[in-house]
């Protein structure tokens, strides 16, 4: 079963940055895909940011395009979200998320394994 720990949330302006980590343990081998979701309060689940574990195409959601920007350390099994030049409307609870076949589109919330979530809180 993987094991999924994001870190690396907090309160920032707007403008400001932020850099989450999410750190995969036990059975990375199954990983195929990461990736970073969001939910702001009453509001749906969305993603934000993908990739493949192994190499491969980079997924953004049009909202963060050229704001964030997702990268990975194999060798420490984590993924991270560099986010710039946030706004107030990405405040939001962020999760990891990952899966083993990556299918069901470029965002589904139907991956197997996803972390608690890190808080990120952008004022104006």
């Known amino acids: 079963q993987v094991q999924l720990v994001e870190s690396g949330g907090g309160s920032v302006q707007a403008g400001g940055s932020l850099r989450l980590s999410c750190a995969a343990s036990?059975?990375?081998?199954?990983?195929?895909?990461m990736g970073w979701f969001r939910q702001a309060p009453g509001q749906e689940r969305e993603g934000v940011a993908r990739?493949?574990?192994?190499?491969?195409?980079?997924y953004y959601a049009n909202s963060v395009k050229g704001r964030f920007t997702i990268t990975q350390d194999n060798a420490k099994a984590t993924v991270y979200l560099q986010m710039n030049s946030l706004k107030p409307e990405d405040t939001a609870m962020y999760s990891c998320?990952?899966?083993?076949?990556?299918?069901?589109?470029?965002?589904?919330?139907?991956?197997?394994?996803w972390g608690q979530g890190t808080q990120v809180t952008v004022s104006s």
């Open positions: 990739l493949y574990y192994r190499g491969g195409m980079i």
């Open positions: 036990e059975a990375t081998y199954r990983i195929n895909c």
């Open positions: 998320a990952a899966d083993e076949s990556c299918r069901g589109g470029t965002f589904s919330l139907s991956w197997k394994y």
